[in-house]
């Protein structure tokens, strides 16, 4: 009989307005997986917060509009926790059902056997027609070929579904609280050799309502900009502490 007890696996999903998603996606994660499912509200005007605390979620709320933010916000609530509380892996997932949260077992089992530090689920194969948008596509490619111009690490795709183990969350010292977060991440993980695993997991259209990003070319052309002048950023800062 094996006694070992199952890892603790906490949960961050960022949230704005997703009211329509919310309890779909709650409904859909797999029963019993996480420790904590954390719903970081980032200052929604509808009943996304309401919905997910009456559906077991624990709610926070960053009133200061950005991923990167609402993401801070979840690992935040984590550190708070106290000693000894610490998960041995931390999961994030869109609240808009564009990634299958029937995957993130499959993501997450690198971390807890070991074997990876951190894994990213890649869209770029599974994604479902129509999923991605051209300049999606072309910002993905074109913000993976720059983080290996920098770092000499190859990335396929900035897939905003992925798991890391604790002490690779304490380690990379994430800063960026606005679209740069996924991007940091990467590229800090390539800079310090952790062991990434890229997952090819499906990707289909949001399942209702309009994204942040890509619903418009005005929000792409904003994240895109961010997301570049993150990578060069961190680039930049290396080059003056040599």
Known sequence: ?????????????????EESNIVP?????????FRHIIVADNGSTDRTADLAKSHGATVIHEPQPGYGAACQAGLTWIRGLGDGQAPDAVAFLDA???????????????????????????????????????????????ACKLIAVATGKRFKDLGPMRALSWPAVEALNMQDRTWGWTVEMQFKAARQKLRVV????????RRSGKSKISGS??????????????????????????
């Open 198 to 205: 890229e997952m090819d997991v499906p990707y289909r259209k």
């Open 96 to 142: 808009d059902l564009a990634d299958d949260p029937a995957e993130l077992p499959r993501l997450c089992e690198p971390i807890t056997s070991g074997r990876a530090d951190m894994t990213i689920g890649t869209r770029i194969n599974l994604a479902q027609p129509g999923a991605l948008d051209p300049h999606q596509k072309f910002g993905n490619w074109l």
């Open 1 to 17: 009989m094996n006694d070992t007890p199952p890892p603790h696996i906490d949960l961050i999903v960022p949230a704005r307005n």
């Open 217 to 242: 070319l005005i929000g792409s052309a904003r994240a895109g900009t961010k997301i570049i002048s993150t990578i060069f950023s961190l680039w930049w800062a290396e080059r003056s502490v040599r």
């Open 25 to 33: 996606m709650l409904d859909a994660l797999p029963k019993g997986f």
